[in-house]
């Protein structure tokens, strides 16, 4: 049985059903609620390790409950709803959700999602208990207390936005940062000539971070919602 508990937060009851077949065959925990004031209420008291949102919900939007739930946890919340415009991800996004899914969507993908969302928890759980300065994943590795970041052993050769670009998509490896979050987090603001400077310094960036800018492996592009760092697994040392 794996040990996730995920809360499915979903008022169909045929995506409710397909959801939680998908987790039964594939053992996961589960525990379901039909509406926003339920969900915000079994997050409460189980304390799930992944919640799985829907926004159209009969009593509120969505987009409250993850504002509600984010004035007191962390927890992971992946959005999976009928609506497909950026502005809908954005604002989902923007009010703390980790990922987003729209539907029609294939079981492959939802289980994909989630072990994305796995691997995300593992890793700050492990820098919870470590507590270490530096950061690897796959050849890159930063160092944080130096201030240096290093590919394949290499420096990097980093202006002062874009090392801090890289830490702050490295400090939310797996999770969707949009254009407006990483704006203010890097500028204090976010008009749109820092949106323009954002893509300019990201593309800036991968020229130095990635072996082929044209196929990324570390740096992800959500077309009109932001960026998100890949998770890369370890190439096999040759002996």
């Avoid at 008291?45 to 919900?57: A, E, K, M, Q, T």
Wanted: glycine letters at 4%; hydrophobic letters at 40%.
């Amino acid at each position: 049985m794996n040990k996730y508990l995920i809360l499915v937060v979903e008022d169909d009851p045929s995506v409710k059903s397909l959801i939680t077949t998908t987790l039964q065959m594939h053992e996961y925990r589960y525990i379901t609620a039909a509406n926003g004031t339920s969900a915000i209420m079994q997050t409460s008291s189980h304390r799930p390790d992944i919640i799985l949102l829907d926004l159209g919900l009969p009593d509120m939007d969505g987009v409250d409950v993850i504002k509600r739930i984010r004035t007191w946890s962390n927890v992971p919340i992946i959005v999976i709803s009928a609506r497909s415009e950026d502005t809908d991800k954005i604002d989902a996004l923007d009010a703390g959700a980790d990922d987003y899914l729209t539907k029609p969507f294939s079981v492959e993908e939802l289980l994909a999602r989630l072990r994305v969302t796995q691997r995300r928890i593992a890793i700050m759980q492990n820098e919870n208990k470590t507590d270490e300065s530096v950061f690897t994943n796959g050849m890159l590795r930063i160092d944080y207390a130096a201030g240096c970041a290093y590919m394949n052993g290499e420096a990097l050769h980093l202006t002062p936005i874009e090392y801090k670009l890289l830490c702050l998509l490295a400090h939310n490896i797996g999770k969707v940062l949009t254009h407006t979050y990483i704006t203010q987090k890097i500028w204090g603001n976010s008009l749109e000539s820092d949106i323009a400077s954002l893509r300019v310094f990201m593309a800036t960036l991968r020229k130095k971070l990635e072996a082929n800018p044209n196929s990324p492996q570390y740096i992800q592009t959500h077309i009109g919602v932001g960026y998100r760092m890949l998770k890369v697994e370890e190439p096999l040392q040759e002996f």
